[in-house]
């Protein structure tokens, strides 16, 4: 952690493995004990960046241990949260997604990550290869 004033940065490289998803949530329970934030808006960018950090684990560096996934959170004293996670798997086409709240994909067990990212941070952007997604959260 480097404190900059009032303003945080964390930056982690993880490994490509479920485990990583503890590390994170362990560094997000603390982060939120450790500051006054909203809950609801909170709990909404801990799930989007679960997500994240999900899909780039399984999908992008598909479990790969010699592959890491890098994350980079950035907490300003307005309360605006920015988070940065990359992986080094080759992308997705994130612009074409299939919709998952369309009557045919509503039963599948897959397919919600990126519409939840989307759906919960303020401002949700990928990369041009898709293997890199930064989103902002208004926790104020």
């Not at 990583?20 to 560094?27: A, E, F, Q, R, Y």
């Not at 799930?47 to 999908?59: D, F, M, P, R, T």
């Not at 940065?84 to 397919?111: A, C, M, R, V």
Request: proline letters at 3%.
């Amino acid at each position: 952690m480097l404190t900059l004033g009032k303003n945080l940065r964390y930056s982690l490289a993880l490994k490509s493995e479920p485990e990583s998803i503890t590390v994170l949530d362990n560094l997000l329970v603390q982060f939120a004990k450790n500051h006054k934030l909203n809950t609801h808006k909170y709990a909404d960018a801990c799930v989007a960046i679960g997500e994240a950090l999900n899909n780039a684990i399984y999908h992008g560096n598909k479990l790969n241990n010699d592959k890491k996934v890098s994350l980079e959170l950035l907490f300003l004293k307005n309360q605006t949260l920015y988070c940065t996670i990359s992986d080094e798997g080759l992308g997705f086409d994130y612009n074409n997604l299939p919709n998952p709240t369309l009557p045919h994909n509503i039963e599948k067990l897959t397919g919600r990550g990126v519409f939840i990212m989307r759906y919960n941070a303020y401002k949700c952007a990928f990369n041009a290869a898709g293997n890199k997604v930064e989103m902002q959260f208004l926790l104020s």
